[in-house]
T-cell receptor, first 111, second 112 residues
Framework: GQQLNQSPQSMFIQEGEDVSMNCTSSSIFNTWLWYKQEPGEGPVLLIALYKAGELTSNGRLTAQFGITRKDSFLNISASIPSDVGIYFCAGPVQGAQKLVFGQGTRLTINP | DGGITQSPKYLFRKEGQNVTLSCEQNLNHDAMYWYRQDPGQGLRLIYYSQIVNDFQKGDIAEGYSVSREKKESFPLTVTSAQKNPTAFYLC???????????FGPGTRLTVL
């Protein structure tokens, strides 16, 4: 079935640094979603991408829908302590009314 | 406020007992989903429902059961047949099946 591979699995950075993470698949996706989950909470939708090549920003977050439709990227600029959490990518499974999620990138920030 | 509610936030049960987790949404969404998350892991789909009175098994349905009698509600029962029920359970909904999902706050179930 369709799978999403996220990298890196974890990141340890200093406050103020920029962050880049990506999500790849061997299958084509028509939508890419990025979620953030804080400890003990449900994931929150950050950005939704619907078109190949699309670049969308949400504050300090920027996400891109890869031209091949097989990948997506999320960047966070000037990280702050509240950016800590797990970031998941997701996309709709072809022929099924559900989403597939990546395994997540865990972000830790040293103040 | 519109949203998804899950109750309770924390739940403790003795081994061998069935337990039902609540999920309610007032977003008028057609589709609802249940996921399980283990520590340090991703999300695994248990069951999902595209419409009232209809539901499908996800990747790890064994030991769980659901019902969808009302559009707003999608309760999950963790049965005694579930070998390792202690986990964080997340409910989600989407306006139509396959679209972006919105999650509730989760219920942490501990079986003693």
């Amino acid at each position: 079935g369709q799978q999403l591979n996220q990298s890196p699995q974890s990141m340890f950075i200093q406050e103020g640094e920029d962050v880049s993470m990506n999500c790849t698949s061997s299958s084509i996706f028509n939508t890419w979603l990025w979620y953030k989950q804080e400890p003990g909470e449900g994931p929150v939708l950050l950005i939704a991408l619907y078109k190949a090549g699309e670049l969308t920003s949400n504050g300090r977050l920027t996400a891109q829908f890869g031209i091949t439709r097989k990948d997506s990227f999320l960047n966070i600029s000037a990280s702050i302590p509240s950016d800590v959490g797990i970031y998941f990518c997701a996309g709709p499974v072809q022929g099924a009314q559900k989403l597939v999620f990546g395994q997540g990138t865990r972000l830790t920030i040293n103040p | 406020d519109g949203g998804i509610t899950q109750s309770p936030k924390y739940l403790f049960r003795k081994e061998g007992q069935n337990v039902t987790l609540s999920c309610e949404q007032n977003l008028n969404h057609d589709a609802m989903y249940w996921y399980r998350q283990d520590p340090g892991q991703g999300l695994r789909l248990i069951y999902y429902s595209q419409i009232v009175n209809d539901f499908q098994k996800g990747d790890i349905a064994e030991g769980y059961s659901v019902s969808r009698e009302k559009k707003e509600s999608f309760p999950l029962t963790v049965t005694s047949a579930q070998k390792n029920p202690t986990a964080f359970y997340l409910c989600a909904s989407s306006i139509t099946p396959g679209n972006e999902q919105f999650f509730g706050p989760g219920t942490r179930l501990t079986v003693l």
